[in-house]
């Protein structure tokens, strides 16, 4: 069995890859994105909001307030309320926070018409299999797909292959149409395999 090197710039070096005439470097972004910043960042802090007023609420106090000392929310039974719904909103933004530290999901897809091969590499959480790296060759590739769908505007483009089968191409939060058939345009120019437009039933 022949071995088959890929050298490749580390992630983060070029956010958007690169591309030159038999090889295509395609960076997959992850979790760190500024929406995903932004929620994680809303969620996190509107809980601490939320415990706050919880705690003011058991001490009977607002301990923020510089013209009055008393606060007019009962511990019971509206204090022990909004103290689970602020529980409720750190675990649910914990989960959100991790994804971004380990930024899952990111990768990249290197197509190299030199070699024949195409590579598909993503992070995923840690552990035992914490990556996943797939290595299919392009007389194995036997068309691109897109599953497009009308309302509201999206699709999803896949690489059909005889072995693993379907590979999805575009990150899951980036179904714009447009962009979907615009980055399918691109690999039919660069791979030369055919293309069809499936309708999402």
Known sequence: MSAFLVQVP????EKQGFRSQDAWLDIVPGSKKIINFFWASFTL????GVLYISVSSYYGRDFFSFHSSE???PFLPQG???????????FLSFPWWLLIFWNVGSGYNFFD????MVCFFRYGFPGTYCCI???VHMEDIQSLIIQGNPEPCSGVLYMQTREPGTIPLAPVDDRALRNVIQKAWDLF??????M???PIS
């Open 45 to 48: 802090l509107g809980s601490l």
């Open 113 to 116: 018409k030199k070699n024949r």
């Open 71 to 73: 606060f007019f929310i």
């Open 10 to 13: 580390k992630l983060g070096s």
């Open 133 to 135: 790296f797939l290595r």
């Open 196 to 198: 069809e437009i499936v």
């Open 189 to 194: 120019r660069f791979l030369s395999v055919p």
């Open 80 to 90: 022990v309320t909004v103290t689970f719904y602020g529980i409720a909103g750190l």
